[in-house]
């Protein structure tokens, strides 16, 4: 294992012992900080490494571990409260997807005293922002190397996505040691996410030659960290690999767009309450599925990943084998499999289905949809 450290622009930190380096990330002119976490960490290990690394550094963190599970967007306003009244000078954000986009949120209105809807409604070119660290306390998230966000909505219970082309972490800390602090069942989960992830921006019709490399790599080291996260989950190899994955998906990202798939989770997830990992786990095949249909050339490609002898079978059936042999690959015990085995209803999908094309990153899936076709996609796996 090498130690990794890379700047895209933002600075990077991917290694055991990674956490020592908050010191070194981008608050040397800054003393109080605040540090936004989910609610179930504060007793963690992890939180607790943050916590004395940044007073080793001589950092006044001041801890908001308030973002519950599917918090409504409206707990940006009460952070926002926190950070004007004791006079922040950074941001850290630890935690889940849900922690990050809040504590980004933080980070882009704290200085110019902004409201959240001037976030929705889109902040002026050349907003300052305050320095932003994130350390991810799981293996992966679509926004590592980009300016997304996911916030829930207040009024209607729906997801809104986010993307402010301008903002970057100042600094990205990965430490496998975080994932610890999280169930096997759900480490696995969020490594078929991370898969997700890959396969998705692979698919991107704003993939690059250098996106395409990353993502390619990323989905080897998942499928090829499958079984060491349910055999030996906690060796110190396997939880580098799981962190090496969501790293190789997250730099990808950068360049490339997750698709339907992921936007899905998030929204469905919300909707009925389950964790966005298991809804992603089961729409994971039916996005390699999808595949197939608009870009199976592709799906093709990653033939060699498995070791599939495709010699002689044209671009389709290439396609079909390496989907089949990845549904081999990705059979896990206690994982849902049916949307409808997580409590999803037709209702559900028809309110996401339409609220999907408003989701950015959309636009660059390898072809246009209609919201019926959305529809048609998650009516498959219901």
């Not at 890379?6 to 010191?23: D, M, T, W």
């Not at 704290?110 to 976030?119: D, M, N, Y």
């Not at 962190?243 to 990202?253: M, R, T």
């Amino acid at each position: 294992m090498n130690d990794l450290e890379f700047y895209v622009p933002s600075r990077a930190f991917c290694y055991y012992g990674a956490i020592s380096q908050l010191g070194r990330s981008c608050f040397k002119n800054s003393r109080r900080i605040l540090l936004i976490t989910n609610s179930h960490l504060p007793d963690t290990a992890g939180l607790k490494s943050v916590l004395s690394t940044a007073e080793a550094n001589g950092l006044n963190i001041i801890l908001v571990p308030d973002i519950y599970p599917y918090s409504s967007d409206s707990v940006v306003d009460e952070v926002m409260d926190i950070a004007r009244i004791s006079y922040i000078e950074g941001v850290i954000g630890y935690g889940d997807v849900d922690a990050l986009s809040v504590a980004r949120a933080v980070a882009l209105l704290t200085p110019q005293k902004l409201e959240l809807q001037q976030l929705y409604d889109g902040l002026p070119d050349h907003t300052e922002s305050l320095p932003y660290v994130e350390i991810p306390a799981t293996s992966r998230t679509p926004f590592l190397f980009n300016g997304g966000l996911v916030l829930g909505d207040r009024y209607d219970k729906s997801t809104r996505f986010l993307q402010v082309d301008a903002f970057r972490p100042c600094a990205v800390i990965q430490d496998p040691a975080l994932l610890k602090d999280f169930s096997r069942k759900y480490r696995v989960a969020a490594l078929l996410d991370t898969l997700l992830l890959a396969v998705e921006s692979y698919f991107s019709r704003k993939a690059t030659f250098l996106s395409e490399t990353l993502s390619l790599r990323a989905i080897g080291v998942a499928i090829n960290n499958m079984n060491p996260q349910q055999q030996t989950p906690d060796a110190t190899e396997t939880l580098f690999q799981a962190q090496q994955a969501g790293f190789f998906a997250g730099l990808g990202l950068s360049m490339s767009a997750p698709g339907w798939g992921t936007a899905a989770a998030y929204s469905l997830g919300r909707l009925v309450r389950v964790p966005q990992p298991i809804i992603a786990t089961i729409l994971l095949p039916y996005v390699l599925e999808y595949g197939i249909k608009v870009c199976p050339e592709k799906v093709a490609r990653m033939g060699n990943i498995l070791g599939e002898n495709l010699k002689g079978l044209s671009v389709v059936a290439a396609a079909d084998r390496v989907v089949e042999s990845l549904r081999a690959s990705l059979g896990v015990d206690q994982l849902p499999g049916r949307l409808s085995e997580v409590g999803v209803e037709e209702q559900h999908l028809s309110q996401t289905a339409a609220k999907l094309l408003e989701v950015p990153f959309l636009e660059a899936l390898p072809e246009p949809v209609s919201s019926q076709e959305l529809f048609t996609f998650l009516k498959d796996a219901l």
